[in-house]
C-alpha cells in the first residue's frame, strides 16, 4: 500500500472521531472527497428528487468530476487534519 493510500486510511479513522461534529456543508465536503478519493468520478442514477440527503451527497461528489482520486485524497486528509486540529 502507498503511503498516500495509508495516510488517507488514517484520515477516514480520525474523521470518524472528530471532537465536534462539522456543519452539513463540511460533511458534505468530506463526503464527496472521501467518495472521489476511493472511487473515482460519480457513477450510478442521482436518487430520485425526494431522497434529499442522498441527492446532496450526489451533487457534492459529482461536482468532484475529473479530480484524481489522489488529489481528492489529498485534500481529504487536510481537510480531516484541520478538523481534528494537526
Known amino acids: 500500500m502507498n503511503d498516500l493510500k495509508k495516510q488517507f486510511e488514517e484520515a477516514a479513522q480520525r474523521a470518524m472521531n472528530l471532537p465536534e461534529r462539522p456543519d452539513n456543508d463540511t460533511l458534505l465536503k468530506l463526503y464527496a472527497l ?15 428528487f425526494f431522497d434529499f440527503v442522498g441527492t446532496a451527497k450526489y451533487e457534492a461528489w459529482a461536482k ?21 486540529g494537526l
Open 34 to 48: 472521501y467518495k472521489q478519493g476511493s472511487v473515482g468520478d460519480v457513477s450510478g442514477p442521482k436518487p430520485s
Open 64 to 84: 468532484l468530476k475529473g479530480m484524481s482520486q489522489d488529489e481528492a485524497m489529498r485534500q481529504y486528509i487536510a481537510l480531516v487534519n484541520k478538523l481534528a
